[in-house]
């Protein structure tokens, strides 16, 4: 039987966990293996859980909201100004904004520097309002630029934001991507840079968004990578290497391992899901919620 030939309607992270254990049981059925059914998890231990918004582009935001809420997510991520209102109306927060950068055009052109800087005052303020805990930017691509200067200069347009950020309570979080299949010339494409650039801010309101898949891509050793520099990481991105897809076991990268990683440097902030589903989104994301939930918690 195709495990993901299920429809899930689990209303909770601890139903989806029973979904996929049947699901797996299934399909090894026949093969001797005793499968092996996780315990629940206990309410309010575990870290948050959410969900990439653009991922999920079939769906109006309004019925994602309602979709993930009931498998356990209590964040969405990647959400515009306009679009915060619609997940708080659905009892969802907004784990991380969108700010006032692209991929492509960041801080480390000094030329872009004042335009970041107001909009950011601008939109700090409305975030903490909201709720919103967490802003995301990015540095921009090299475009020839040596690294050390992109650093310099990314760090001097973040100063500058640090006490609008301080004074509303919401941390600013630059994501590491890779530049090697999916954002070719990125700067912010290794964990390393993003740690220097955390030092040479040297604000707790400055973090960095760790994306899982980017950085197996760009540069492996997650599990070592994580428990090294957990301190400068504020929030989490998962999907599925190669490929961005599912997280499951097509793949190669141990998400119950990474996440257990995770757990143990006492992270409490949310994990997001961002995969490209290839079969029916909803299972997809049930099975990989079942496959990142905090051992703390069972």
């Known amino acids: 039987m195709d495990r993901r030939s299920f429809i899930t309607s689990a209303g909770s992270v601890a139903a989806a966990v029973h979904l996929a254990a049947d699901a797996r049981a299934m399909h090894q059925e026949g093969s001797g293996a005793k499968p092996i059914r996780p315990n629940p998890p206990v309410a309010g231990k575990n870290y948050a859980h959410s969900v990439a918004r653009w991922c999920y582009g079939g769906f109006e935001l309004k019925d994602l909201c309602t979709r993930v809420k009931a498998l356990g997510c209590t964040g969405i991520d990647l959400l515009g100004e306009s679009e915060w209102g619609v997940a708080a109306d659905e009892g969802l927060v907004c784990a991380v904004a969108n700010g006032p950068t692209t991929i492509v055009e960041g801080m480390n052109r000094l030329e872009t520097h004042d335009r970041i800087v107001k909009e950011s005052e601008r939109l700090l303020p409305l975030a903490a309002k909201a709720g919103i805990a967490r802003m995301v930017v990015f540095s921009g691509n090299r475009r020839d630029m040596a690294d050390d200067e992109g650093l310099a200069n990314c760090a001097a347009c973040l100063r500058r934001i640090m006490p609008a950020a301080r004074a509303e309570g919401v941390t600013v979080v630059m994501e590491l991507l890779n530049s090697k299949v999916d954002h070719r010339d990125y700067m912010c494409d290794r964990t390393q840079w993003g740690v220097r650039l955390a030092k040479a801010v040297d604000d707790e309101r400055f973090r960095l968004l760790y994306d899982i ?17 957990s301190r400068w990481i504020a929030h989490y991105h998962t999907g599925g290497v190669p490929g961005r897809n599912e997280i499951d076991s097509s793949q190669e990268l141990n998400y119950p391992a990474i996440c257990a990683a995770i757990a143990q440097t006492g992270f409490t902030g949310f994990i997001g899901q961002e995969f490209i589903p290839r079969f029916n989104p909803m299972h997809s994301l049930a099975e990989a919620l079942s496959l990142c939930i905090d051992p703390r918690a069972c």
Do not use: L, N
């Not at 492996?220 to 428990?227: K, N």
């Open 213 to 229: 898949y980017h950085m197996q891509v760009m540069e492996g050793d997650v599990i070592a990578t994580i428990r090294e520099h």
